[in-house]
């Protein structure tokens, strides 16, 4: 039972556009959401979080928005950079997710392209 | 200062064997967490430490898998007798606190020959 689902495998967009990458949760306790990025070889860099009290939150071309009712959080880039060409991944705390996991509870992440 | 460092980098062993897999957390972080992440998945959670002792270790699929943390820093993650199921990037995270931002190592890439 994924409760955090990351639908698109991959994502290209061209530079200097916009990048909007998807998630959706099924579990309803979720109250706190991350985004993580990932280059290859190299381990999951913290991106950017929201609170479920919010519905935006914005730090510098990076803004994650929370549609609670559709149980759905976007991470949008812009301008997209080369740079930003990595794995994304959304996650949220388990400790709602039943078995009392400490941890994160990941999506299984968009690969972003970003083309010249 | 050092990020989390994990040791070693790649790991190929054959079906049968016993691993370890090192993490050395961010100097001071209390709170430290072992993940596993296949092909085409994210990581999936294994074992959280706070301090030297196993939180929650809900997340091990079954008892060929055991972590230490014996001085509340350094952690061991370790796998008997290997199967092939076991190959993954084995990733370490740590925290200042419980509900700190996790910061993670480059990971363990493990291969079960």
């Known amino acids: 039972d994924q409760q955090v689902k990351q639908n698109s495998p991959s994502l290209s967009v061209q530079e200097g556009r916009i990048s909007i990458l998807n998630c959706d949760y099924t579990?309803?306790?979720?109250?706190?959401f991350l985004w993580y990025k990932k280059y290859p070889a190299e381990g999951p860099t913290f991106l950017i979080s929201?609170?479920?009290?919010?519905d935006k939150n914005e730090d510098g071309r990076f803004t994650v928005f929370l549609n609670k009712s559709a149980k759905h959080l976007s991470l949008h880039i812009v301008p997209s950079q080369p740079g930003d060409s990595a794995v994304y991944f959304c996650?949220?705390?388990?400790?709602?997710?039943?078995?009392?996991?400490?941890?994160?509870?990941f999506g299984k992440g968009t690969h972003l392209i970003i083309q010249p | 200062g050092a990020g989390v460092s994990q040791t070693p980098s790649n790991k190929v062993t054959e079906k049968g064997k016993y691993v370890e897999l090192r993490c050395d957390p961010i100097?001071?972080?209390?709170?430290l967490y072992w993940y596993r992440q296949s092909l085409g998945q994210g990581p999936e959670f294994l074992i959280y430490?706070?301090?030297?002792?196993?939180?929650?270790d809900s997340g091990l699929p079954n008892d060929r898998f055991f972590a230490v943390r014996p001085e509340g820093s350094v952690s061991t993650l370790k796998i008997q007798r290997t199967e092939r199921g076991d190959s993954a990037v084995y990733l370490c995270?740590?925290?200042?606190?419980?509900?700190?931002?996790?910061?993670f190592g480059p990971g363990t890439r493990l291969t079960v020959l």
């Open positions: 995270a740590s925290s200042l606190g419980r509900t700190d931002t996790q910061y």
């Open positions: 579990n309803s306790m979720f109250d706190y």
């Open positions: 929201i609170s479920s009290i919010k």
């Open positions: 996650a949220a705390p388990s400790l709602y997710s039943g078995g009392g996991a400490d941890g994160l509870t």
């Open positions: 100097s001071g972080h209390t709170a």
């Open positions: 430490f706070q301090g030297t002792g196993a939180a929650d």
